[in-house]
């Protein structure tokens, strides 16, 4: 198994080098590892260079978000399989082991295998990421069936973290990689293609150490509190993807992610009427006609969702 460890960082100098140490510190090493630096300005490619020198790949490019510059370490990786690592996350030192132990022990129809992993600097975070997700085996390792079903992008369910995947190369080109048109969730994207392509195995170590840290400035957490347009409209995307999917069609999973579609256009509606657009919001609510909803049951929905929001409200006081 040729082994490339792809690392996207943006602005996370001081972070990227303790992850990038967390590689090299492999057991079983990976065959390269590939940093693609998305447009920072804090020095970020100069410092890998000073410590590494050329043991590492470093590929630049203007910023373009997290979905690209996974893009392109996978178009610039040679190995069969990619490994990827967030740059502000850390591998423990068995992981890549692990994660080859048990493809070689269940076979080549395997292609994603994942890992649990432990959530720091969250005090709310105290099960790992398995546990969190109601995933549990008796065993070291094994299969993980129907992966689909575990996701659940608006419960904030998604236990497929891109720091624990390790993926074959060539089922990333069959599902054409990371949609970059996505500013959220286009990991929950990339797994929930998938699992329609191959298998899925995991190691129920925790074995990645993902940082949940509250203080430190996350772009994902402004683009919730601030850009809520943009979050919409990625879901949006998302779930009529995932609609034209005709491995989807007619099963459960098709009507869970309907719930999700209308859940998110009446979430985008409630958002343009508080800041009194209301012709945008008259075309979110014609969005839920156009699936369905009539508009007696959109008011009935729009003052239960209100009603349930203060009563959440008062009762958290």
């Known amino acids: 198994m040729k082994i490339s ?4 960082t943006y602005n996370r100098g001081t972070q990227v080098l303790r992850a990038i140490q967390s590689v090299i510190e492999q057991t079983a090493p990976v065959d390269e590892i590939i940093v693609v630096d998305d447009g920072s300005t804090d020095g970020t490619a100069e410092a890998i260079r000073a410590r590494y020198g050329p043991a590492i790949n470093i590929f630049r490019q203007e910023n373009r978000g997290a979905a690209a510059a996974r893009n392109r370490g996978i178009r610039e990786a040679q190995g069969e399989w990619i490994a990827f690592l967030d740059s502000d996350d850390v591998w423990f030192p068995s992981k890549i082991e692990r994660q080859r132990q048990a493809l070689l022990a269940l076979g080549t129809e395997f292609g994603v295998c994942l890992t649990d992993g432990v959530q720091d600097g969250d005090p709310t975070k105290k099960q790992s990421v398995f546990q969190e997700n109601g ?5 070291a390792f094994g299969a993980l069936n129907e992966p689909a079903k575990y996701i659940d992008i608006g419960a904030g369910r998604n236990p497929f973290l891109t720091p624990s995947a390790l993926i074959r190369l060539s089922l990333l080109a069959n599902v054409g990689g990371f949609d970059e048109r996505l500013v959220i969730a286009e990991d929950a994207d990339l797994f929930f293609k998938l699992s329609f392509r191959t298998r899925f195995c995991f190691v129920a170590e925790p074995l990645v150490r993902i940082d ?11 683009l919730f509190l601030t850009r809520k347009d943009q979050k919409h409209e990625s879901l949006e995307r998302l779930y009529l993807n995932w609609l034209a999917m005709p491995e989807i069609a007619g099963t459960g999973l098709e009507r869970d992610v309907r719930r999700s579609l209308r859940l998110n256009y009446y979430s985008s509606a409630e958002c343009k009427i508080r800041q ?4 945008a919001a008259l075309r979110e609510l014609g969005k839920l006609k156009a699936l369905g909803d009539s508009s007696l049951s959109i008011l009935a929905s729009l003052l239960s969702r209100k009603i349930d929001k203060t009563y959440h409200r008062h009762r958290h006081r």
């Open 5 to 8: 460890a792809l690392i996207p």
């Open 212 to 222: 949940r840290v509250l203080s430190r400035a996350s772009g994902l957490l402004d």
């Open 135 to 139: 995933i549990e085996s008796r065993t």
């Open 276 to 279: 009194l657009r209301m012709p």
